[in-house]
């Protein structure tokens, strides 16, 4: 079956400007998460949507950082005014709830 | 103390060779443990989950000390394709069963 898509697979922008990026889970999985991962570094985990239930944000590095989910499907992480220490790829993976976690390939982001 | 927590000195060890990672976690009642593999640039995969009386999965074995809050990865007869960084993960056990990782550990195999 399909795993978790991501799209787009690179991403190139401009300081300032704000970006939107897409994941596609595996169906009928309930958990959701998005990390950011630094060239070299562990995985940073900026958010988590579980089934109905509110969002653990407890990750996200400020403000400019938000992300949606509707329902148990599509997720978008939205990033404002992109400054160049955002520049990193986003994983997304999900899950059936508090079980093995599915990642996508992955946004590679790069803010000039 | 970190909730989940790795040695991040890399190993770097020739073919064949026997590799142990350890991974202590803070929450006495987390249920659910894995290891995940992380090749460069890509992104992470399963690779054991594991369970109370111990896995094992070919040259790969898993353990699980509760009473240590530690678990284990044994890798036997190492291959130049197990390089890689060895990622620890343990559910918060929590209302929300949040999954809560490991930096990882740097695994090198050399001819």
């Known amino acids: 079956g399909a795993g978790v898509s991501q799209s787009p697979s690179n991403k190139v922008t401009e300081k300032g400007k704000d970006v939107e990026l897409r994941c596609d889970p595996i169906?009928?999985?309930?958990?959701l998460y998005w990390y950011r991962q630094r060239l070299g570094q562990g995985l940073e985990f900026l958010i988590y949507?579980?089934?109905?239930?509110?969002?653990?944000k407890s990750g996200l590095p400020s403000d400019r950082f938000s992300a949606e989910r509707t329902g148990e499907s599509v997720s978008t992480l939205t990033i404002q005014r992109t400054q160049q220490e955002d520049s990193a790829v986003y994983l997304c993976?999900?899950?059936?709830?508090?079980?093995?976690?599915?990642f996508g390939p992955g946004t590679r982001l790069t803010v000039l | 103390r970190k909730e989940v927590e790795q040695d991040p000195r890399p190993f770097n060890v020739p073919e064949g060779a026997t590799v142990a990672f350890n991974c202590t976690y803070s929450n006495s009642a987390s249920q659910s443990f894995f290891w995940y593999r992380q090749d460069c640039r890509k992104e992470p995969k399963l690779l054991m989950s594991v369970y109370s009386s111990g896995n094992e999965d070919g040259r790969f074995t898993a353990q699980l000390n509760r009473a240590s809050q530690y678990i284990s990865l044994l890798i036997r007869d190492s291959k130049l394709s197990d390089s890689a960084t060895y990622l620890c993960v343990v559910n918060n056990a929590g209302n929300n069963r949040k999954l809560i990782w490991g930096l990882g550990t740097s695994l090198a195999v050399n001819p």
């Open positions: 169906s009928g999985h309930t958990a």
């Open positions: 949507f579980q089934g109905n239930s509110a969002p653990d």
């Open positions: 993976a999900s899950s059936p709830m508090g079980d093995t976690q599915y």
